[in-house]
């Protein structure tokens, strides 16, 4: 699983997701767009907009799932009962991998239920270009003695470990620099797929009104 706010989605994620895939040998990750993100304002574009701007940017890749179940659940977006969910779905023995890039990693001790969040998965971080602050004395204590070094080290139990990535391909876009272009009506070409650019520029979305 691979959760976030996808406002809207871009390269780094879409190629994250398809690197990740490959790196842990992932059946797929399912990338689930928050409705209500616990942690942040409310995006201004709906969740259906980010839901439709991922399945067009997902297309056809292999292995990679626009997951609507966030949208249909009602209050805030917790990864915890999204991960109960896959784990319903899955059944007891699967391996279940939350990935999370580095930024988003430094913030879980703040998060809705973080130990809870080991018992349901193993805990991926990926490595982002720009992000690198010491982890804070909550976050130590909570990672303390889950972390392994390899990919194969996740597939001994099906939850409960930490492993640090380093993907091959390390990009450095985020949606707060593309909402930014986009209000200015500077150029996001190559940051998202040209599906997606196209979407955005027809519906004039993220446009300072
Ligand atoms: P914003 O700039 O609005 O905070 P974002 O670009 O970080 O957005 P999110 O939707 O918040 O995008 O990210 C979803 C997940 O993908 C998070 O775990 C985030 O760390 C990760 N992620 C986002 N961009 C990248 C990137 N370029 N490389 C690797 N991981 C990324």
Known sequence: MLGGTFDPVHLGHLRSAVELREALGLDRVHMVPAK????????????????????????????????????????PSYSADTLTDLRHEYGP???????????????LADWHSP??????????????????????PPLGELIAGREVDSGDMLWR???????????????AISATEVRRRLAEGSSVRYLLPEA?????????LYRRS
């Open 36 to 75: 209500a993100p616990p942690l942040r304002g409310q995006p201004r574009v709906s969740p259906r907009e980010r839901l439709a701007l991922l399945r067009l940017g997902i297309g056809d890749t292999p292995g990679l799932v626009a997951d609507p179940r966030e949208l249909e659940r009602d209050g």
């Open 93 to 107: 023995e699967a391996r279940l991998v939350m990935a999370l890039g580095h930024d988003a990693f430094l913030r």
């Open 115 to 136: 130990t809870r969040l080991f018992e349901l998965a193993h805990l991926v971080v990926i490595d982002r270009p720009d992000f690198d602050a010491p982890l804070s």
């Open 157 to 171: 139990r099906p939850a409960g470990s930490l492993l640090r990535l380093a993907l091959p391909t390390r990009m």
């Open 196 to 204: 997606v650019e196209a979407r955005l520029l027809a519906d004039s």
